[in-house]
């Protein structure tokens, strides 16, 4: 008689909790992990996996993504799937699509995260029929998810839908006594409705799309801290997540968030912020993160930086990547949308004397180093360009390197492609950076960026990093631990039923096959988009994660992505916080 649906066997078992691994056999019924043990029969098993030198672990849990519109049509969420991912975070960065009408959704989002306006919109035009939390938790809950879906509630759509768009971009309008009463009343149904809390952003160079409030920056830069502070009561009450985004501008704002962690009487407040770094640009960002963390948990807190386990690179095609909304010049041209009139600023005296200004501050905040001798051209029309960087060209010219760059942006437009590595490059610093314990793993930006990032595989990167150090004799934690970072710790923190794989627990599961890690995982390439008619940049890992079982159900099989992911229901659904 058959008593299992799948049965794992002789792999080495970790099970989300950080406790000591072993090699024994996991056996799967109704969607959950019904016995693990020492030879199991596999008579009794439906589907054997033989996963003898393979790790079998929980699903990794991705909780900083931006699959909020790709959910909609591409339920699948594959790309992150075949590395290993079972959960996923929507709603991050103050950007969900939950209250806020079709078009203003569609504006807050494509220009932040660089996925065209003109593929979301009709998107959501055609199939945006909800305005609160329970209803897109009911829509959620019916589309045929590859991927669980947990989410946040944004505060730029929660800002929108109350106060409209123009209004909620107004710096001399604050909420009514009414529309606050109705953010309140929305964020708390929210709760109820099991998401795991609220994003905001301070970060003032993320800009809105569209023509009715182009380039003004997201809604939720526009509110008083003490619209922020009454939002985090409904938080503190339900013990759920802010999650939010410093002023890169002005440093000293992030005690505003760190104040609401400490809470000096009644609950903390969990909060996470973007991002620990170690910045090529800056220093001291990464110390400083690691202090004022440290600090406020000592205090009370309840307080994590998220944190990339991997090199950031940042890719480029002309000047369209948001690293130069950083800056009064680099801003100047990215509101021009029209290509000519940004081409006539480019090449004005005045502008580049104002851009080569602006590159060349030393002391300013900022993300990127602003160093064109550190940045890579990839692609051109002008071959002999690929390969080399943008200061050794412009010296055998006789150039200023600023100049060079715009006369490249001008004559080559978006074809002139280059990247940059903007911080985490040292590897020993990274090492210690993700033993941090008041970092989370996370950040992939997934279903974002498509053309600027690629960190769909950021839970592989940093098995390799973990693997690597104990194979050169110098571990810089157990792989236990590593596993526990990726998916029991997060689903602890966030407050969702996942992360682990005892018996009882639903059968989210990864295999991997660890000598696969040795190759290389950072290099991206190109993919389909599905549904959207894109190509985008992903990662490809062959052999690494050879099967994926979501709900006790094969998502990725002999590391293909099955047909019937994101087309049959039975795979992930909606996780709502405990």
Same mark, same amino acid.
């Given at each position: 008689?058959?008593?299992?649906? @799948?049965?794992?066997?002789? +792999?080495?078992?970790?099970?989300?909790?950080?406790?000591?691994?072993?090699?024994?056999? #996991?056996? #799967?019924?109704?969607?959950?992990?019904?016995?693990?043990?020492? *030879?199991?029969?596999?008579?009794?098993?439906?589907?054997? =996996?033989?996963?003898?030198?393979?790790?079998?672990?929980?699903?990794? @849990?991705?909780?900083?993504?931006?699959?909020?519109?790709?959910?909609?049509?591409?339920?699948?969420?594959?790309?992150?799937?075949?590395?290993?991912?079972?959960?996923?975070?929507? %709603?991050?960065?103050?950007?969900?699509?939950?209250?806020?009408? /079709?078009?203003?959704?569609?504006?807050?989002?494509?220009?932040?995260?660089?996925?065209?306006?003109?593929?979301?919109?009709?998107?959501?035009?055609?199939?945006?029929?909800?305005?609160?939390?329970?209803?897109?938790?009911?829509?959620?809950?019916?589309?045929?998810? +590859?991927?669980?879906?947990?989410?946040?509630?944004?505060?730029?759509?929660?800002?929108?839908?109350?106060?409209?768009?123009?209004? $909620?971009?107004?710096?001399?309008?604050?909420?009514?006594?009414?529309? !606050?009463?109705?953010?309140?009343?929305?964020?708390?149904?929210? !709760?109820?409705?099991?998401?795991? %809390?609220?994003?905001? !952003?301070?970060?003032?160079?993320?800009?809105?799309?569209?023509?009715?409030?182009?380039?003004?920056?997201?809604?939720?830069?526009?509110?008083?801290?003490?619209?922020?502070?009454?939002?985090?009561?409904?938080?503190?009450?339900? *013990?759920?997540?802010?999650? +939010? $985004?410093?002023?890169?501008?002005?440093?000293?704002?992030?005690?505003?968030?760190?104040?609401?962690?400490?809470?000096?009487?009644?609950?903390?407040?969990?909060?996470?912020?973007?991002? !620990?770094?170690?910045?090529?640009? *800056?220093?001291?960002?990464?110390?400083? $993160?690691?202090?004022?963390?440290?600090?406020?948990?000592?205090?009370?807190?309840?307080?994590?930086?998220?944190?990339?386990?991997?090199?950031?690179?940042?890719?480029?095609?002309?000047?369209?990547?948001?690293?130069?909304?950083?800056?009064?010049?680099?801003?100047?041209?990215?509101?021009?949308?029209?290509?000519?009139?940004?081409?006539?600023?480019?090449?004005?005296?005045?502008?580049?004397?104002?851009?080569?200004? &602006?590159?060349?501050?030393?002391?300013?905040?900022?993300?990127?180093?602003?160093?064109?001798?550190?940045?890579?051209?990839?692609?051109?029309?002008?071959?002999?360009?690929?390969?080399?960087?943008?200061?050794?060209?412009?010296?055998?010219?006789?150039?200023?390197?600023?100049?060079?760059?715009?006369?490249?942006?001008?004559?080559?437009?978006?074809?002139?492609?280059?990247?940059?590595?903007?911080?985490?490059?040292?590897?020993?610093?990274?090492?210690?950076?993700?033993? *941090?314990?008041?970092?989370? @793993?996370?950040?992939?930006?997934?279903?974002?960026? =498509?053309?600027?990032?690629?960190?769909?595989?950021?839970?592989?990167?940093?098995?390799?990093?973990?693997?690597?150090?104990?194979?050169?004799?110098?571990?810089?934690?157990?792989?236990?631990?590593?596993?526990?970072?990726?998916?029991?710790?997060?689903?602890?923190?966030?407050?969702?039923?996942?992360?682990? #794989?005892?018996? %009882?627990?639903?059968?989210?599961?990864?295999?991997?096959?660890?000598?696969?890690?040795?190759?290389?995982?950072?290099?991206?390439?190109?993919?389909?988009?599905?549904?959207? +008619?894109?190509?985008?940049?992903?990662?490809?890992?062959?052999?690494?994660?050879?099967?994926?079982?979501?709900?006790?159900?094969? /998502?990725?099989?002999?590391?293909?992505?099955?047909?019937?992911?994101?087309?049959?229901?039975? &795979?992930?659904?909606?996780?709502? $916080?405990?």
């Amino acid at each position: 008689m058959r008593q299992y649906d @799948i049965l794992i066997r002789g +792999g080495r078992y970790l099970d989300g909790t950080g406790g000591p691994s072993q090699i024994c056999d #996991i056996a #799967i019924r109704d969607g959950r992990v019904c016995e693990t043990g020492d *030879n199991l029969d596999p008579g009794r098993a439906s589907k054997v =996996i033989d996963a003898h030198g393979r790790w079998v672990a929980p699903g990794f @849990i991705d909780t900083h993504t931006h699959y909020d519109a790709e959910l909609i049509v591409s339920p699948s969420l594959s790309e992150s799937v075949r590395h290993g991912v079972t959960t996923v975070l929507v %709603g991050s960065c103050s950007l969900s699509m939950v209250c806020s009408e /079709a078009e203003d959704a569609s504006d807050l989002f494509t220009r932040v995260e660089t996925v065209p306006r003109e593929k979301v919109l009709p998107i959501l035009q055609q199939h945006k029929r909800w305005s609160s939390p329970s209803e897109w938790v009911e829509f959620v809950r019916a589309q045929p998810m +590859g991927a669980n879906v947990i989410s946040l509630l944004g505060h730029s759509d929660l800002r929108v839908a109350t106060m409209g768009l123009l209004r $909620a971009t107004d710096r001399s309008v604050t909420p009514s006594a009414e529309e !606050m009463q109705r953010m309140e009343a929305c964020l708390d149904e929210a !709760m109820q409705q099991g998401f795991v %809390g609220l994003s905001t !952003m301070c970060l003032k160079w993320d800009k809105l799309d569209g023509e009715r409030a182009w380039s003004r920056s997201l809604p939720s830069t526009y509110a008083r801290w003490k619209e922020v502070r009454r939002l985090n009561k409904i938080l503190r009450r339900y *013990n759920r997540v802010h999650q +939010g $985004a410093p002023n890169a501008a002005n440093p000293l704002q992030i005690f505003q968030y760190l104040g609401e962690s400490i809470r000096w009487f009644g609950k903390p407040l969990k909060t996470t912020l973007i991002s !620990m770094l170690d910045l090529k640009g *800056n220093a001291t960002v990464r110390p400083m $993160a690691a202090l004022s963390a440290w600090f406020t948990n000592l205090l009370g807190g309840d307080f994590r930086w998220q944190l990339l386990p991997s090199a950031f690179s940042v890719y480029a095609d002309g000047m369209d990547v948001v690293i130069f909304e950083e800056f009064g010049a680099g801003e100047m041209a990215l509101d021009l949308k029209d290509q000519l009139e940004r081409n006539a600023l480019l090449q004005d005296r005045d502008y580049r004397r104002n851009f080569r200004k &602006f590159y060349g501050e030393k002391l300013s905040p900022r993300v990127w180093q602003r160093d064109f001798a550190d940045a890579i051209i990839l692609d051109c029309p002008d071959p002999s360009l690929v390969g080399r960087n943008f200061a050794e060209v412009a010296a055998e010219r006789s150039e200023h390197v600023v100049d060079f760059f715009l006369d490249c942006v001008v004559e080559f437009g978006r074809k002139l492609r280059w990247f940059t590595v903007i911080g985490n490059g040292d590897k020993k610093r990274l090492s210690e950076m993700v033993t *941090n314990p008041n970092t989370l @793993i996370t950040f992939s930006d997934a279903g974002a960026h =498509i053309r600027n990032m690629a960190f769909y595989n950021y839970p592989l990167r940093f098995l390799k990093l973990v693997k690597e150090s104990a194979d050169q004799g110098q571990e810089i934690m157990p792989l236990e631990k590593a596993i526990w970072r990726l998916t029991g710790e997060q689903a602890d923190w966030f407050g969702i039923d996942a992360g682990t #794989i005892r018996v %009882g627990d639903r059968a989210d599961i990864t295999i991997i096959n660890p000598e696969k890690l040795n190759q290389e995982l950072e290099q991206p390439e190109w993919a389909e988009m599905e549904n959207f +008619g894109l190509q985008r940049m992903v990662n490809r890992n062959p052999g690494v994660i050879e099967h994926v079982l979501i709900n006790g159900k094969i /998502a990725l099989d002999a590391g293909e992505i099955v047909p019937e992911l994101g087309r049959e229901k039975g &795979f992930g659904t909606f996780l709502p $916080a405990r």
